[in-house]
């Protein structure tokens, strides 16, 4: 069985960090682009980032940038996104997948919901004092 998890949500207080990982099972997500999404109550899913199979290409949402950073170890199949400076407004369900071959190792930006195949099931932020 193939599927991706995603861990290490919970509750943090506002300027809060948390690291959250997504790990690959049953296929080697070496050769993918992951993207990393979060979806708000009432919210769209959006786009938060991205990190190609070689780290040869990188995205960050104008929202996070400067505090978020995607990062990945592929001897461990497992894609990171250390989150920094935690405000109330990232609370969301976050969630990772990976890219369709078809648009490339490289991370297609911005990210959009089609690119992407083989969603983990979400690990739930909330940002609150």
């Known amino acids: 069985q193939e599927q991706l998890v995603e861990s290490g949500g919970g509750l943090v207080q506002p300027g809060g960090s948390l690291r959250l990982s997504c790990v690959a099972s049953?296929?080697?997500?070496?050769?993918?682009?992951i993207g990393w999404f979060r979806q708000a109550p009432g919210k769209e899913r959006e786009g938060v980032s991205c990190?190609?199979?070689?780290?040869?290409?990188?995205y960050y949402a104008d929202s996070v940038k400067g505090r978020f950073t995607i990062s990945r170890d592929n001897a461990k199949n497992t894609v990171y996104l250390q989150m920094m400076s935690l405000k109330p407004e990232d609370t969301a369900v976050y969630y990772c997948?990976?890219?369709?071959?078809?648009?490339?190792?490289?991370?297609?930006?911005?990210?959009?919901?089609?690119?992407?195949?083989?969603w983990g099931q979400g690990t739930q932020i909330t940002v609150s004092s």
């Open positions: 997948a990976t890219q369709l071959r078809l648009y490339g190792s490289n991370c297609a930006v911005p990210p959009h919901l089609i690119y992407y195949h083989s």
């Open positions: 049953g296929f080697s997500l070496d050769t993918y682009a």
């Open positions: 990190i190609g199979s070689s780290d040869g290409s990188m």
